[in-house]
């Protein structure tokens, strides 16, 4: 499992971003800095399209929260 960590789309965008993470079946958390998800593999793709869908950009990959499955 990876685990991205996203900044917050605009605020206006955000509950419609949440629900759309649901509807792909992404697992997220909301942080104050950020939302953070994790992916499953083969899910990479879809995170990247609501990204762009939403105005949300990945800031990056967490090496610290990568877990084995």
Sequence with gaps: MSTFIVEPPPHQERMHFMDALEKAGLDYAREP?????????????????????????????????????
């Design 33 to 69: 800095d950020g939302y953070y998800i994790y992916l499953r593999e083969g899910q990479q793709a879809a995170l990247e399209e609501i990204c762009r869908r939403f105005h949300a950009a990945i800031a990056g990959e967490d090496p610290a929260m990568l877990m084995d499955i």
